[in-house]
């Protein structure tokens, strides 16, 4: 017998922070999306979408043809895609409006469209995250409303594009993971209130980065990797993708950190978004008994002063991000 799809667990879902209905319709429209990233994923190196656009982002940053490629996928997904009215991605410099879906309820979709996008040539793996927030009744074009810390998102996940692809989310209750199937293609669920061990065994980090990291950060590391008993026998796992490296923490324990880089004036500046990124990370860790940590605090209560703004992360288990904490990493 075929297991419980993604809309069917959606309608059903308990205690979530989202209507039952809005949930369905807006992971509907991320299983479309997903499935369509999947299959070009696959066969993109024969249909030449790799390699660069030529083109910068908003960011500053090469922009991949899988890139753009994504990022128009999930626009054209939900250019009719109500109750979600407006979209924010690393790929615009502001907000899409889609105003013939703006009614009484409506959300924002904020996503990082392909998120490890380096290994996009090398067959590795990719990912795509989301997070949703909920817009007041009379909100315009503006998004002062959406300014708001991480804890008020309502739903936030991601794809993994690896061996299998999988949808991971929580709305609030709990995180489930999905499976795509492709005899039915349909999502289906793998794994309910999925729960992250208190620790593990290895951390992801750019170590070509570190000697540019604040030195509490750079301490921290030299702990997890100094083998005096087994509390700091760590494991690098580090694939370049965010998702990816996180999905391992989910499952298995341990931790991912992309620390401060120290400027000249002595400060530390983040790497990856915190809206698009590490807040819907953040939430799916909190849901999954992990935490998520800017260094100094809690991920989701940094109230956000712009869309693309970054932040140091350290996220995954519990006891290594108290002990993160500890250290005080970020100084």
Sequence with gaps: MRGTTLTRHALTRQGIRVAASDLALILGRIEILAERISKELARASING???YTGETNVQGENVKKLDEWTHEVILEAFERGHPVCSLVSEEMEKAHHNPANCR??????????????????VNASLGTIFSVRKRPKSHGIGIDDILRPGDE??????????????????AGAGVDIFTFDQSVDEFILWRENVKMPRRGSTYAVNHGNITKFHPNARKFIEHLTSRKDKSTSYSLRYSGAFAADFHRCMLEGGLYLYPGEVTAEGQTK????????????????????????????????????EIHQRQPIYIGSADEIDLAERMQVEG
């Design 49 to 51: 979408r790799l390699g």
């Design 104 to 121: 009484e309820n409506s959300y924002a979709l904020l996503y990082d469209p392909l998120d490890g996008s380096s290994n996009t040539d």
């Design 153 to 170: 998102q309502v739903i936030a996940g991601y794809i993994l594009f690896g061996p299998s692809t999988q949808l991971v989310y929580t």
């Design 270 to 305: 983040g790497k990856l978004r915190l809206m698009y990124e590490l807040a819907p990370l953040s939430f799916v860790a909190e849901q999954a008994g992990g935490k998520g940590s800017t260094g100094k605090g809690r991920v989701l209560d940094v109230v956000p002063t």
